[in-house]
T-cell receptor
Framework: LAKTTQPISMDSYEGQEVNITCSHN???????ITWYQQFPSQGPRFIIQ???TKVTNEVASLFIPADRKSSTLSLPRVSLSDTAVYYC?????????????FGTGTRLKVLA | GAVVSQHPSWVICKSGTSVKIECRSL??????MFWYRQFPKQSLMLMAT?????????EQGVEKDKFLINHASLTLSTLTVTSAHPEDSSFYIC?????????FGPGTRLTVT
């Protein structure tokens, strides 16, 4: 299964742009890259998903270089409510089932 | 995204008893159901994968006789923790999936006393 590596934690200030980079050196051809956000005692919440190049939605952008061995989640102008754990996931197919194995995640703390 | 519910959202039980957690995918037909557990300050750990109508496949180190999973339909799956012990206290999260789509439930906090 593809494995992901992210920084354990990051601090930022309100209003700043935050970029979280994830390494996934063993990503397979059919793998997508998906980012989730998790608040304490809640299930993960989908942020964005991409396969290559750049994807943007109303809350974030995802940058994926041509080799797809890494990806960067960009959160524009963070606020205190963006304090959460962010997971980069690369799914993989084993025994015919596509599934996600979670890595450590990045604990983002937004300061006032 | 899909709407996923879990019931109960939290439960306290005595050691030795069994607890059933229900997961419903309200607007998404889940061909596959994943169950995760999460200990405080840790990441989610995949426990098992089940396809509708089939037996679940458990990850290494997860006791299949202790964590019974039923995935009877495309919208309902249950996880039963049998003979629960304090070390089973955790946050359990279901995750219905189909193809490259995977969604997560709100989680169930289990405390075994």
């Amino acid at each position: 299964l593809a494995k992901t590596t992210q920084p354990i934690s990051m601090d930022s200030y309100e209003g700043q742009e935050v970029n979280i980079t994830c390494s996934h050196n063993n990503i397979a051809t059919n793998d997508y890259i998906t980012w989730y956000q998790q608040f304490p005692s809640q299930g993960p919440r989908f942020i964005i998903q991409g396969y290559k190049t750049k994807v943007t939605n109303e809350v974030a952008s995802l940058f994926i270089p041509a080799d797809r061995k890494s990806s960067t989640l960009s959160l524009p102008r963070v606020s205190l409510s963006d304090t959460a754990v962010y997971y980069c996931l690369v799914g993989a197919t084993t025994s015919g089932t596509y599934k996600y194995i979670f890595g450590t995640g990045t604990r983002l703390k937004v300061l006032a | 995204g899909a709407v996923v519910s879990q019931h109960p959202s939290w439960v306290i039980c005595k050691s030795g008893t069994s607890v059933k957690i229900e997961c419903r995918s309200l607007d998404f037909q889940a061909t596959t159901m994943f169950w995760y557990r999460q200990f405080p300050k840790q990441s989610l750990m995949l426990m098992a994968t089940s396809n509708e109508g089939s037996k679940a496949t458990y990850e290494q180190g997860v006791e299949k006789d202790k964590f019974l999973i039923n995935h009877a339909s495309l919208t309902l799956s249950t996880l039963t923790v049998t003979s629960a012990h304090p070390e089973d206290s955790s946050f359990y999260i279901c995750s219905p999936g189909a193809g490259h789509e995977q969604y997560f439930g709100p989680g169930t906090r289990l405390t075994v006393t």
